[in-house]
């Protein structure tokens, strides 16, 4: 940064340069009177703030404002308790406080850069605290501080770590949709029993295990890529059977466990849970896992021996749902998504409550994040004062009906080798009753390892 300035007096710890012109820090900040400043000015250009009007007579005008300048790229003004960054390569412009700033010192000091943690205790930071000294390079922001402390942070660390920063920053598009609107290749006016195997793959959602195997050929990325963008993807080409069902979902994550093992299977109607998927009967579109605190985000399937007849699987968007009542029925969605559902779950020696709303949003940008519907799942309504239940059973039952328009469910029939994978923050699912020794495997896996590995691989998730 070059501060192109002339002061005759410089009054500020550490530096006295009056009368010289100021290219490098930025010393001596100290609270101001900008209205006198302004009047010298007529302006808040940089190093304005960081001087006492009493004592500075402005010769030149700083040539700091909204124009980079041309050796960093970078402007610095300070205005009150924050710093205003211009950085060339940034949309806008960043304020940063100067507590923020502290606390984001990534010195070996104050950050353990082998374990990625912080080092300090934070209390120790005065929350009035004043840099004396900022410097722009070419590289970093250079910013010294009372105690001799000084700190760097660069511009990408900078823009990326902010909130500000962060509203602009790309993110992986959900892009909710309906049977007309699913892609291409997923769309069909058949009726669902017409479906067959080669119909549901396209390169867009359908990885072959090959290509999760081979790093160099980024399979697990564009599966999760898939699985973010259109809630569901497929693995294509996985022997038919249990381990190998394993064996190809552990490429992608580890595999979650719960009370139903690491790896379910059903077999026609093996009751290994009292649990209406154990059965042939049909189950319209839920999401699993209500029951839990943080339900399974990934839900796997895999048929490994079709049913003679029926059988079909269901996949309903859930936030295509969410939009569509959102729009029309906007009282229901504030209602569900503010009124806390209880679910449960119960077999011998299991007994799993959870309690959250129907919409989950993320606490930050507000859009949803998670759906949760479940009608088989839901325990006795007592979340809610008799006054209010009259309320929900008329926004449930409307969310229902749009649920189960047909303009909603994509059906499609598994076959061996082709593994499902279907986002359970979002989609439903369900089945058509069947008959025959239908055989059906498959896992979860959870929201934390999912989302970690989509990180470690760059996929931008909200
Ligand atoms: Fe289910
Ligand atoms: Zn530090």
């Not at 211009?86 to 806008?92: G, K, Q």
């Not at 006016?189 to 080669?198: C, E, H, I």
């Not at 059903?266 to 605190?293: C, L, Q």
């Not at 303009?407 to 369900?430: A, C, F, I, Q, S």
């Amino acid at each position: 940064m070059t501060l192109k300035c002339e002061w005759t007096q410089y009054l500020g710890p550490g530096s006295s340069p009056g009368g010289h012109q100021l290219t490098d820090w930025l010393t001596g900040v100290q609270p101001l009177d900008m209205c006198a400043l302004r009047l010298i000015n007529g302006s808040f250009g940089l190093g304005t703030r960081f001087l006492a009007p009493s004592s500075v007579r402005l010769v030149r005008k700083t040539l700091y404002g909204s124009q980079p300048s041309a050796d960093t790229g970078t402007n610095v003004t300070s205005c009150g308790q924050q710093l205003e960054v211009h950085h060339s390569r940034w949309p806008h412009c960043l304020h940063f406080t100067y507590t923020w700033l502290r606390d984001h010192c990534r010195c070996p000091q104050c950050y353990d850069h082998k374990t990625y943690q912080r080092k300090y205790e934070i209390s120790n930071i005065p929350l009035g605290i004043r840099p004396v000294a900022v410097k722009a390079t070419e590289k970093e922001l250079k910013v010294k501080w009372p105690d001799g402390h000084e700190s760097g942070y660069e511009y990408k660390f900078l823009w990326q770590n902010t909130f500000e920063g962060q509203q602009t920053s790309y993110r992986m598009p959900q892009l909710p949709w309906t049977t007309a609107t699913l892609p291409e290749a997923h769309q069909t006016t058949a009726s669902f029993k017409n479906l067959t195997y080669g119909f549901i793959l396209d390169k867009y959602c359908t990885v072959p295990l090959g290509d999760l195997c081979d790093p160099e050929k980024g399979g697990v990325k564009r599966l999760i890529y898939a699985i973010v963008k259109h809630g569901f993807a497929f693995i294509s080409e996985v022997p038919a059977d249990i381990e190998s069902t394993r064996t190809a979902i552990e490429k992608v994550c580890n595999i979650k466990n719960t009370f139903f093992g690491d790896m379910w299977s059903m077999k026609g109607t093996n009751y290994e849970h009292f649990d209406s998927a154990y059965s042939t009967a049909y189950i319209g579109a839920h999401t699993d896992s209500t029951y839990f605190t943080q339900a399974c985000r990934i839900q796997v399937f895999h048929c490994l021996q079709p049913a003679t007849e029926g059988g079909e699987n269901l996949l309903v968007d859930g936030f295509s749902i969410a939009k569509q009542f959102r729009d029309k029925h906007p009282k229901g969605y504030a209602f569900l998504s503010s009124e806390a559902i209880p679910s449960e779950y119960i077999e011998d020696g299991q007994h799993q409550v959870s309690l959250d709303t129907i919409f989950k949003h993320n606490p930050v940008t507000r859009n949803i994040k998670q759906f949760r519907y479940n009608i088989y799942d839901r325990a006795p309504l007592s979340s809610l004062p008799m006054e209010k239940t009259q309320d929900f059973y008329t926004h449930f039952s409307n969310l229902s009906k749009i649920i189960n328009n047909p303009k909603n469910e994509y059906w499609l029939k598994l076959n061996p080798g082709t593994v499902l994978l279907t986002d359970n923050w979002r989609l439903m699912h369900g089945r058509a009753n069947f008959t025959g020794a239908r055989f059906m495997c498959g896992c979860y896996l959870d929201n934390d390892d999912f989302c970690s590995k989509a990180r470690v691989l760059e996929v931008q998730l909200e």
